[in-house]
């Protein structure tokens, strides 16, 4: 299952739930992103053929994550980019959420073992502006 978030036409997030399954290569997100997501099947004893990429300059004006969860379950919540709550979803082991715009703040439901994945260089705490999150009693779950 593939589930997006928005906020307006803006995508905040794109949640790929560890059950979804598809034949071919599929890409979740817009080509004119600056991180690409995609899911892909081959069968045994195809290739992709060797291959290097090109250098080019690139502008990247925000950050864009990856979060892959390895163990655990934690609650994603979702913010515009002016820091207003949207909703909040819950991620199993397996599941992958694509982190598009605006803000987010994760709270662990279980111990938690993830990967994230972003563009760098990372620049601590010049990268993010931290603001008060949504109380748990708010919350809403978007499944």
Do not use: W
Not at 61 to 90: A, P
Not at 94 to 115: N, R, T, W
């Amino acid at each position: 299952m593939i589930k997006e978030f928005y906020n307006n036409k803006d995508l905040i997030a794109i949640v790929i739930k560890s059950n979804y399954r598809k034949d071919g290569i599929s890409f979740f997100t817009p080509e004119d992103f600056s991180e690409q997501i995609a899911y892909m099947t081959h069968k045994k004893g195809s290739k992709v053929l060797a291959h290097v990429h090109n250098k080019i300059d690139r502008i990247v004006s925000t950050t864009q994550e990856v979060l892959i969860l390895k163990k655990g379950r934690m609650r994603v919540d979702l913010y515009t980019q002016e820091k207003k709550y949207l909703e909040s979803c819950i991620l199993n082991e397996g599941d992958i959420i694509f982190l598009a715009s605006g803000g987010h703040g994760i709270k662990c439901l279980d111990d938690v073992e993830m990967i994230e994945v972003k563009q760098g260089p990372y620049l601590k705490e010049n990268d993010k502006v931290r603001f008060k999150e949504i109380e748990d009693e708010k919350v809403i779950i978007n499944e």
